[in-house]
Each structure stands twice: as C-alpha cells, then as structure tokens.
C-alpha cells in the first residue's frame, strides 16, 4: 500500500527522510499557514528502505546551482511571490551523473510591464 504524506518547507534547505520510490505530486503556497507545502507519495511498507532528501525553496531571481533539479513552483497570490521548489542531488548522484550542459533552455526577453487596460487596448487594436 502507499500514501500521500504532507511535508512543510521553509524558505533554505529541508531535509527529509523519505522512502526509496517515492513520487512528488505536488508543492502548493497555502494561505493559511503562509507557507509552502510539498506533497509525495510514498510506500507504507515497513521494509521499504527510506533515506535523506534535500530540497531547497528560493524565491525568483534567487541564484541555484546548476545540478539542482526543478520541482514545481508554489505561488502566494495575496503578496505576488514565487516559491520554486528544487531537489539537491545526493552526492552519490552527483559524482555518477555528468553535467549535461546542452540542455539550456533561452526563453525570450519580458515584455516590459503593463497595467491591464494597456494590454487589453493592445489587444483589442491586434
């Protein structure tokens, strides 16, 4: 059998203890508690193996180190922040999996910001 279990994240490192073939299905901004939450499923076999996990949560704009592996993002509607969840490789995978450098992603330059009226004036010209 498995579950879904509920873990908090606080702004920084976490570190948890999980159990091996676990799955993350979700990290949300939760009004309420003001915080972010991530959501995993895990085994509830006594036997399965469980070992430590670290994540980070960084606002945007924060630097994060090349190997560490995008999650999901968590958004605070109320003050307009971005929570990005990301996983820390253990050293083991680290050290076993070469930097694949062709995988960079370019997106294209922001639009500059505009109130809604202008926006929809724009479009309404198009």
């Not at 915080?35 to 399965?48: G, R």
């Not at 680290?94 to 505009?114: A, G, Y």
Request: with cysteine.
């Amino acid at each position: 059998m498995k579950t879904i279990h509920k873990y908090l994240l606080e702004d920084g490192m976490n570190t948890l203890t999980l159990k091996q073939g676990y799955r993350i299905v979700r990290s949300e901004y939760l009004l309420v508690e003001k915080a972010v939450y991530l959501w995993i499923e895990e085994s509830l076999a006594i036997t399965t193996p469980e070992s430590s996990c670290q994540f980070k949560v960084v606002k945007t704009n924060a630097p994060i180190p090349e190997n560490y592996k995008y999650l999901d993002t968590a958004l605070d509607p109320i003050e307009a922040e971005a929570y990005h969840v990301y996983q820390i490789p253990s050293d083991a995978e680290s050290k076993s999996k070469p930097q694949d450098q062709s995988r960079e992603v370019h997106f294209p330059q922001r639009m500059p910001h505009k109130n809604v009226t202008e926006l929809l004036q724009q479009v309404a010209i198009q």
